[in-house]
């Protein structure tokens, strides 16, 4: 058993980007449904940026290549709230 990754029991675990901000730390995965791109959220950064923070990131669809659309893209989401 590797030891050396976190996985919670039947769940997966993969990049976590976190945003902090005045002792705070926001992190809120709000995976899209199985027609979405962001059926599954890779790999990305956030940043705030002109009083707004942004996301971009990886966003997965992995029932999307059977019907011949791209399953991979780069997403940018932006919140003045950090919702």
Known sequence: ?????????GFWLGVIMPYGKDGKFYLKDQRGNDDEQDQFIFAGSVFEAE??????YTGYNRNWE??????????????????
């Open 51 to 56: 009083g707004k923070v942004h996301a971009f």
């Open 1 to 9: 058993m590797n030891n050396l990754y976190y996985q919670p029991k």
């Open 66 to 83: 059977k019907e011949g659309k791209t399953t991979q893209v780069l997403l940018h989401a932006y919140s003045d709230n950090f919702k």
